[in-house]
């Protein structure tokens, strides 16, 4: 797992304003980050994790913890939640390059590891957020 800079994180799909409200509460009544985004390590789409992502944004967190992966990998797999669009790696990229992201809940992806909880604090988090201003990546476990 690597700290990965917000800002360069694109989304591939779109979100739920209410979704992301719901856990910016649920983050800081826990105090806990619990789970990575998980990123194409090429272009740093957010693969999954879009709510996660949009939170960092609000509270203002300059890096996030995120399980990099690569599309070249075979093992990465796409498929689309909706018959009416066709999802493919290829595309994803190109969407979200041209900022012509997906609907929400329209691209999936299965992963060639499992995705393990981090169970960070927020407190913790933010002295890394601190610490670490001109990195892309900080490999932080």
Known sequence: MKLVKVALLKHIEGFSKNRVENMKKKMF????????ICIEKNHYLVLDGQHRFEVALKIGLKYIPCELFDYNDDEVVTWSLRKEYIVSKKMVIERALNGNIYPYKTAKH?????????NISLNELEKYNKYIDDIIEYDFI
């Open 29 to 36: 009544r826990s105090c806990i980050w619990e789970k990575p």
């Open 110 to 118: 299965k992963f060639s590891r499992k995705i393990e909880k981090c």
